[in-house]
């Protein structure tokens, strides 16, 4: 079965770092594209990056240029979201998603990023 865990959420100050992970089973890691999505409260879910071996990175959103990165490890199908300079507004659920012709298809469970002002 195809399974996406996320983890490494937590509670920051604004101006801190937190870096998720999302481990990946179920699929070979390197023939798909992994990506970064986030939903705040009373909000659509937004794309914020997406890795792949092919294609390499690409942001989705240009609010995180500068702050977030996204890097995988392939030896442990894991992909990770490296996130600083957080802001009040970054505080939302994350998923990280299977993309299959660029589209999302299998979801992890997501996990809460919640940064304090």
């Known amino acids: 079965d195809v399974q996406l865990q996320a983890s490494g959420g937590g509670l920051v100050q604004a101006g801190g770092s937190l870096r998720l992970s999302c481990e990946a089973s179920?699929?070979?890691?390197?023939?798909?594209?992994i990506a970064w999505y986030r939903q705040a409260p009373g909000k659509e879910r937004e794309g914020i990056l997406c890795?792949?071996?092919?294609?390499?990175?690409?942001y989705y959103s240009d609010s995180v240029k500068g702050r977030f990165a996204i890097s995988s490890d392939n030896a442990k199908n894991t992909v990770y979201l490296q996130m600083s300079s957080l802001k009040a507004e970054d505080t939302a659920l994350y998923y990280c998603?299977?993309?299959?012709?660029?589209?999302?298809?299998?979801w992890g469970q997501g996990t809460q990023v919640t940064v304090s002002s």
């Open positions: 998603t299977r993309l299959t012709y660029g589209l999302p298809d299998y």
């Open positions: 179920g699929f070979i890691f390197d023939d798909y594209s």
């Open positions: 890795i792949s071996s092919r294609e390499g990175i690409t």
